[in-house]
Antibody, heavy 125, light 107 residues
Framework: EVQLVQSRPDVKKPGESLQISCKGS????????VGWVRQMPGKGLEWMGI????????RYGPSFEGQVTITADKSISTAYLHWSSLKASDTAMYFC??????????????????WGQGTLLTVSS | EIVMTQSPATLSVSPGERATLSCRAS??????LAWYQQKPGQAPRLLIY???TRATGIPARFSGSGSGTEFTLTISSLQSEDFAVYYC?????????FGPGTIVDIK
């Protein structure tokens, strides 16, 4: 069974750093893109970025380039989303999701077939 | 940049009735369109991909149609568990943007 298990909710202060995680199981973690999606309170879904764990190729959404860093440790089947200096506006639910892959070559232009349970981040002084 | 719109913003439906949700793209995305369902406090769930293919385990009352710029998600007979927010997503190229969502609530 494919599963993506995310780290627990967190409460941080503005200016602090944070890394949240997403651990995949039940499939070959290195061979599927893993994306991060933000959902601000009461709002819709926003693409943040995506990583291919096999070679750590990464792409970022236009609004998130330079704001967050996405990494992966394929040895433990885990992807990460990192902030170096949090802002109150980073308060949101963050989802990781596996991107469908067709055949032997995977490109980051498909839909998400499995999702993590979400990590709620609250940034407040 | 291709912009996705969804209508209506909110759809009020009685249980057992049919619901028709619309998703439009500002340019053609061929059939590279997915639909997701999100219930409060839960992650989105894939319903439909390639515009009309149901994902694994999705009931037959959910159906998708369309191509190019106009797409429709139909729920033939709404069950209590279907009241949720529905998002479309284009994936013709990266990044595959999401629509703003349609809330389906109880009439």
């Amino acid at each position: 069974e494919v599963q993506l298990v995310q780290s627990r909710p967190d409460v941080k202060k503005p200016g602090e750093s944070l890394q949240i995680s997403c651990k995949g199981s039940g499939y070959s973690f290195t061979n599927y893109w893993v994306g991060w999606v933000r959902q601000m309170p009461g709002k819709g879904l926003e693409w943040m970025g995506i990583i291919y764990p096999e070679d750590s190729a990464t792409r970022y959404g236009p609004s998130f380039e330079g704001q967050v860093t996405i990494t992966a440790d394929k040895s433990i089947s885990t992807a990460y989303l990192h902030w170096s200096s949090l802002k109150a506006s980073d308060t949101a639910m963050y989802f990781c999701a596996r991107m469908y892959c067709s055949g032997s070559s995977c490109y980051p232009d498909y839909y998400f077939d499995y999702w993590g349970q979400g990590t709620l981040l609250t940034v407040s002084s | 940049e291709i912009v996705m719109t969804q209508s209506p913003a909110t759809l009020s439906v009685s249980p057992g009735e049919r619901a028709t949700l619309s998703c439009r793209a500002s340019q053609s995305v061929s059939r590279d369109l997915a639909w997701y369902q999100q219930k409060p406090g839960q992650a989105p769930r894939l319903l439909i991909y390639d515009a009309s293919t149901r994902a694994t385990g999705i009931p037959a009352r959910f159906s998708g149609s369309g191509s190019g710029t106009e797409f429709t998600l139909t729920i033939s007979s709404l069950q209590s568990e279907d009241f949720a927010v529905y998002y479309c997503q284009r994936y013709d190229n990266w990044p595959g943007t999401f629509g703003p969502g349609t809330i389906v609530d109880i009439k």
